[in-house]
């Protein structure tokens, strides 16, 4: 069983994830750690479970959720990973960063690539990619079937749905990715969102404004 722990870092209040199950392996999702304090915690829970962290996973790589990816790399010794289709939006972050007068990021480049279908493996843990444009052309999501999870990222929030009028965001791609590969999962399965509090597939399917 895997077990998922939460820190929302960064003015942004994007939520960054650690999984990591009873082998002590474990993965680091969508850093978003920006202050030097916030990049200690995320180091200190890590020492203090004694985690081995085996990959840096990004659901995407706007400039909110690679803020601490850097940082995470060099420090544990780890590959990034992200999707081919969001290089470029990547390349883009540290002009991002100096439009909005955000101080403290350090550029960061890819590893490896995921892509829709592949199954990424540490101890005893399997998540399952799946790609979900729209947010980003390359956005990724993170399913774990054993336990009954999605880590989706900037795409379906608890009452929400993620923002699209960024450059090369798609609305119709968004809406497309929710309901073909967020709302094909059973109604009992968590979505871990790279913003906000946790939720259901079904009550997003019952109850999210954008959709009823």
């Not at 890590?46 to 706007?62: D, S, V, W, Y």
């Not at 990034?80 to 550029?107: F, S």
Request: with cysteine; glycine share 8%.
């Amino acid at each position: 069983m895997s077990t998922i722990k939460k820190f929302t870092f960064s003015p942004f209040e994007e939520n960054t994830y650690i999984i990591y199950d009873e082998t002590k392996e474990a993965v680091i999702i969508d850093p978003g750690c920006l202050a030097q304090e916030e990049k200690e915690k995320l180091t200190s829970f890590i020492k203090k479970e004694n985690l081995q962290p085996k990959a840096l996973l990004q659901t995407h790589t706007h400039l909110d959720h690679v803020f601490g990816s850097a940082y995470v790399k060099r420090n544990f010794g780890i590959k990034m990973y992200i999707h081919q289709a969001d290089l470029p939006v990547l390349a883009d972050v540290e002009n991002r960063c100096k439009t909005w007068g955000i101080p403290g990021y350090e550029p960061v480049e890819a590893d490896a690539f995921l892509q829709d279908g592949d199954i990424f493996s540490f101890g005893n843990t399997e998540l399952k990619v799946i790609w979900v444009p729209g947010h980003a052309p390359g956005h990724i999501a993170f399913i774990n079937t054993e336990d009954k999870y999605i880590v989706g990222g900037d795409c379906l929030f608890n009452g929400s749905i993620g923002r699209t009028d960024f450059p090369l965001c798609s609305h119709e791609d968004l809406m497309k990715s929710i309901r073909e590969k967020f709302f094909t999962l059973p109604d009992d399965y968590t979505v871990y969102a790279g913003h906000m509090a946790d939720t259901t597939i079904g009550f997003e399917k019952k109850f999210n404004p954008f959709f009823n």
